[in-house]
């Protein structure tokens, strides 16, 4: 049995949450491979909305198992107040919830080394989420990190003292107040939280599954462009986002990797500073918004948004080995007259269709415009009610990308999405 991987294409946010728990009900096994609380991993059904950050999208369906991969960096707190509000809900989390003990902790520390580095960045800051992770992938990175298996063993209490020391010393270079003191209690209750659930050696786990023919379904957090290596650096996150980041983030071998679903929004959206080439500072970019509600659903601010982007979605396919695109949000574009999409970029005078090392250039997009459908598709299930107009969208989308659209996703419900064979 193979591991099929699910991963953003985009700038995150395409919509993750969504289909990982509507493929979940065809995996036993969920397990997020990288990142951490800066995920926003939205899902509605029923009359109900949720958000996660740290806990895998299967967490809602009876019989899998969730699992939190090495390569996630995991805060206590946030992962405490996420659990109870799932065991509001009726969930049982520590029943459906593993977690490697490789994965590695943000102490309150980071938070305040996060903001600190952000705050002298001044106008060339990242726009990070200020949830510490990068600095936590840095002591990570840097051998100076505690794991979650850390939690049993003892001297926890003088190792988390020491780095805190350590950290203490670094924020010294930065003109920035702080109270050392911040959210440790909380901190410190929390890991005896996460102490009560499973804890597991994942990669033996996972590797089980999969001699056990069981089938597993990894999560990424984020997306391709996002990525620290070929994300649009610096302006990125600090984890691998791309598909060998689920090898190593949950201690698969890439032989075993399956099917590879990309999500992709049919427009584009950013979060945060850097470039974004096709990005609208019109009133189609306000629509954009508006219509497709974008506002962060981890930090509340409120979206960049543009038209969809080839050049960036074929470096992100090629980079993934994507083998199934899955296109969300399509109904979000049902109002416009004329709907773009970029099709090369124009940089210092020359035409290229490829992503230049130098993304802090100015690109300019060349547009192709595709005639609107102007008709509600949120109600649309069939694929043969979809518009002759939307499926001229899609098929010069799968044409030029060299992969099949399998999913459309037409609204955040489970049953707003059309599965094409
Ligand atoms: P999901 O999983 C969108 C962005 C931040 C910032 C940059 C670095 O919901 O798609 P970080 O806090 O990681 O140091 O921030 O990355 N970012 C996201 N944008 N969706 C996310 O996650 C993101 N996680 C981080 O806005 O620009
Ligand atoms: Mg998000």
């Known amino acids: 049995m193979n591991v099929d991987v699910v991963l953003g294409l985009q700038w995150g946010d395409e919509g993750k949450g969504k289909i990982v728990d509507y493929l979940a009900r065809q995996y036993p096994v969920i397990a997020r491979f990288q990142g951490g609380p800066n995920a926003g991993h939205s899902l509605h059904f029923e009359d109900t909305s949720f958000v996660l950050h740290s806990v895998p999208s299967g967490i809602f369906r009876k ?3 969730n699992i939190i991969g090495n390569g996630v960096v995991i805060d206590p707190v946030t992962f405490e107040e996420e659990c109870r509000s799932l065991e509001a809900l009726g969930i049982p989390v520590r029943d459906r919830l ?3 003990k490789r994965a590695h902790l943000i102490l309150p520390t980071h938070r305040i080394i996060d903001a600190a580095s952000e705050h002298s960045k001044g106008v060339s800051r990242i ?4 949830k510490g992770i990068s600095p936590a992938y840095m002591d990570k990175t840097g051998r100076n990190g505690i794991r979650v298996g850390d939690i049993l063993v003892p001297g926890f209490q003088e190792r988390y003292k020491a780095l805190k020391s350590k950290h203490i010393e ?4 930065f003109d920035y107040a702080y109270d050392p003191g911040q959210g440790e209690a909380n901190w410190l209750k929390a890991v005896d939280y996460m102490g009560q659930f499973t804890l597991i050696d994942a990669e033996y786990y996972v590797n089980d599954c999969l001699n056990e023919n069981k089938r597993i379904l990894a999560e990424g957090a984020q997306g391709t462009l996002l990525d620290i290596d070929f994300g649009f650096y610096p302006y990125v996150t600090s984890s691998s986002t791309t598909c060998a980041g689920a090898c190593i983030g949950l201690g698969f071998p890439p032989s075993r990797v399956g099917k590879v679903y990309g999500i992709f929004k049919a427009y584009c959206t950013r979060v945060g500073s850097g470039p974004f080439p096709t990005e609208l500072f019109n009133r189609e970019g306000e629509i954009l918004r508006e219509q497709g509600k974008e506002f962060g659903a981890t930090t509340g601010r409120s979206r960049r948004t543009g038209w969809l982007d080839l050049v960036a979605l074929k470096y992100a396919v090629i980079l993934n080995g994507v083998t199934d695109l899955i296109m969300m949000k399509a109904d979000v574009l049902d109002v416009f007259e004329t709907v773009k999409i970029a099709t090369s970029y124009m940089i210092d005078g020359a035409g290229t269709d490829r992503v230049p090392y130098d993304t802090n250039a100015v690109i300019t997009p ?5 005639k609107g459908w102007k008709r509600d598709l949120s109600g649309v299930r069939r694929e043969e009610e979809l518009p002759f107009e939307f ?3 899609v098929r010069f989308i799968e044409d030029a990308v060299g992969i099949p659209i399998k999913i459309i996703s037409l609204g955040p419900d489970r049953e707003q999405t ?3 064979d």
């Open 366 to 370: 060349v547009l192709r415009e595709f």
């Open 170 to 173: 670094f924020l010294k270079q």
């Open 127 to 130: 726009g990070s989420t200020l």
């Open 63 to 65: 019989g899998t198992v």
């Open 418 to 420: 059309i599965i094409r």
């Open 391 to 393: 499926m001229t969208y």
């Open 98 to 100: 593993m977690i490697s």
